[in-house]
């Protein structure tokens, strides 16, 4: 009897060595993930601003030969302005991103709206510059896109990680709260094709 319960109690030691080594490690194992997932999350984030700066910048080329070519939207022109102005606000002051995205997506708008009023003055085509910031702008766009994606991967496999069993239960206390999605903004499902 001696020896049995010598047996079971080392059994028991290791057992519990497991469990208390698992409850050390888990957490720790974890949090690791998680932090290192947030920082991809971020890293996505920045890779978003920096090609909607890209945007941003080629902006006032555009518009200048929109004017050039005799065009003048003002309204178009203000509107533009205004939403350039917004998100670059946005991005200086580092807004969340639900509100950088909010701001993204005005701009889109607004510069839709100028790629439309060209896309009705044929006379634009003739402007070798309008042609070559369209090109820049279409590469552009294709980048955004592309990081967006990228993106909304990241935050997709981060809000996974802290919602599945176990880690739902770890995620809260360390502090980790589900990243929003990039989303489109509304009516932006069917987006106006421009002719380049």
Known sequence: MDRLGCVVGVGVLILLAIVLCAAVVFPWSFYNQVVSLDTQVDNAWAN??????????LVPNLVAVVQEAGIHEEEVFNTLADAR?????AI???????????????????LSRLLALAEDNPELQAYQSFLQ?????????????GSRRAYNDRVREYN?????????LLARPFGFEPHIFFQAAPGA???PEVEF
């Open 160 to 168: 996974r990680t802290i919602r599945l069993f176990p880690g739902n």
């Open 133 to 145: 910031l369209q090109q820049q702008l279409q590469e552009i766009e294709n980048e955004v896109r």
């Open 48 to 57: 978003v601003q920096v090609e909607l700066q890209r945007r941003m910048d």
């Open 189 to 191: 499902e069917e987006a």
């Open 85 to 89: 102005a917004k998100l670059a606000g």
């Open 92 to 110: 200086d002051q580092d807004a969340p991103t639900d509100e950088q995205a909010i701001a993204a997506n005005e701009f889109e708008t607004a």
